[in-house]
């Protein structure tokens, strides 16, 4: 026997109307909450905000590579300025640097000077 049924008669418990108002009341506040919910057209919201979140974590991405990148360049722009090796290494890979008092001059092999498969570079009569 349930305790609140001690010394009373079986049957209808007197809660009975109270348990049908809750239940009316949760069924009027869903269904508010349904209307609400389409009428402020949140599921769209919802995703448009997990479209622009996705874009925000994309966009910090791509500023934490350019950071990188900016950090890179700062070491070996150091490293030219203290050493003359580099200098000249990052000079010449450069097209057309030289310093003052040098001269280069670019070689280009085209196909017909390239060398051949057996070896020879001279050309068939």
């Known amino acids: 026997m349930w305790p609140w049924n001690r010394g009373r008669r079986l049957g209808r418990p ?28 949140l599921r ?9 979140k996705e874009a925000i974590e994309d966009a910090v991405r791509d500023c934490e590579d350019v950071q990188v990148a900016i950090e890179s360049t700062d070491l070996r722009i150091g490293l030219l300025e203290r050493d003359q090796v580099e ?21 280009v092999v085209t196909p017909d000077d390239a060398p051949h498969a057996d070896g020879d570079n001279a050309t068939a009569p």
């Open 87 to 107: 200098r000249e290494a990052r000079l010449r890979d450069n097209e057309n640097m030289a310093q003052e008092d040098e001269t280069l001059f670019r070689i």
């Open 44 to 52: 769209d919201r919802y995703q448009a905000h997990l479209d622009r």
């Open 14 to 41: 007197e809660g009975c109307r109270v348990n049908v108002l809750y239940v009316v009341a949760l069924v009027a506040v869903a269904c508010i909450a349904a209307g609400y919910f389409e009428h402020r057209d």
